[in-house]
Structures are given as C-alpha cells and as structure tokens.
C-alpha cells in the first residue's frame, strides 16, 4: 500500500501526540493490532506508552524496563501487548516468537517496526507511519487494511487532520 497523504495528522508536540493516542486507544478492542513505523525517535514508543495509559495499563509501564527486549504484556482494562521489531534482523528472528498466536490472541496489540514483520503481517491492522517534523513536530501517515480499521482511520482524520 503505497502512502496517501490525505490520510496525514500533524500532531504539534507531545501532548498532541498523548492526545492522538489516547483517542485511538479508546475506539480499540481486544484482538485489534496497531503497526507503528518511522525514525528512531519519531514517537513510536512514546505513543505506545500514552495509548498504555489510557486503556488502564499503571505508570510503573512508563520507566524503562531493561529487560524490555521484543515482546512485553500488560493488564489495563484490556491485556496489552508491546511488541519491538526493532532488533529483528531476519525472518528466522521472527520465528519462535509465537507472533502467530499474538496476533490471533484477545490483546490489544502494538508493534513498532511493522515492516519488519515479514509473513506474519495480519490481514487486517492500521498502521502509523511517524515522522519527525521539526522539534517537537511530528507528521503520521496512517495507512490500514480492513474495513473496521478504515473506519477507526476516518474518525481520527475527523478529529485531528
Ligand atoms: N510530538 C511528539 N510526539 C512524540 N514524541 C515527541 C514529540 N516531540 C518530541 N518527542 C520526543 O521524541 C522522543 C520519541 O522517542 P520514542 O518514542 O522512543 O521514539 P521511537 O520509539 O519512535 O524511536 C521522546 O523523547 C519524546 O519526548
Ligand atoms: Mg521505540
């Protein structure tokens, strides 16, 4: 799917983009996957974060947690699963994982550096694409398969393009 900037929000600063995820993770139910791509440093994480908080999941969720490598669950109001592709290098990374049963499972699910999921994309996902505008700026591309995704695309265009 090629990018479509029509379907582009600018989000101003941090706070916009606390604001942006939190919508988006109030409109999520379980079993929903949201794919984040972009930059080292575009918001990725910080967005998955703000999204965590407001589906219940504690504070404690905030601080760095070494051992955070590939995969982590928390329990909100919903289960939520963080992934990180960031260190996958090749699709037998990807193997062992147990994605397929991720991706098939009741959690609300975030996956930074999507594209590097190979074969086991989902058929259906909506996906951030974040850039870095200036500063504090950032750009996000949104793109998605799926109706009901397409649907959770229009109302946050609605609310913030
Ligand atoms: N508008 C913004 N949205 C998100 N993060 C921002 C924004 N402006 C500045 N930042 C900062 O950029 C950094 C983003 O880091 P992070 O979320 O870890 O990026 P990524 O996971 O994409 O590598 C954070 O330090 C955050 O405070
Ligand atoms: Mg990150």
Not at 85 to 93: N, V
Not at 105 to 130: D, M, N, Q, V
Request: with cysteine; glycine share 10%.
């Amino acid at each position: 799917m090629s990018r479509n900037t029509e379907n582009r929000i600018f989000l101003a600063d941090p706070a916009a983009t606390g604001d942006f995820a939190c919508f988006l993770a109030e409109k999520l139910r379980p079993g929903d996957i949201v794919g984040l791509d972009g930059v080292l440093g575009a918001g990725k994480t910080f967005f998955v974060q703000s999204a965590a908080r407001a589906l219940g999941v504690d504070g404690h969720y905030t601080v760095n947690s070494p051992t955070f490598s590939i995969m982590q669950e928390y329990s909100g109001r919903h289960r939520v699963l963080h992934i990180d592709l960031y260190r996958i290098r090749s699709a037998q990374d990807l193997d062992g994982l147990g994605l397929d049963e991720c991706l098939n499972g009741t959690s609300i699910t975030f996956i930074e550096w999507f594209s590097r999921i190979g074969h086991f994309k989902p058929a259906e996902y909506i996906l951030l694409l974040f850039d870095i505008t200036k500063d504090e700026s950032r750009s996000v591309d949104i793109e998605y398969e799926g109706d009901r995704y397409g649907q959770l695309l229009a109302r946050c265009l609605e609310k913030f393009s």
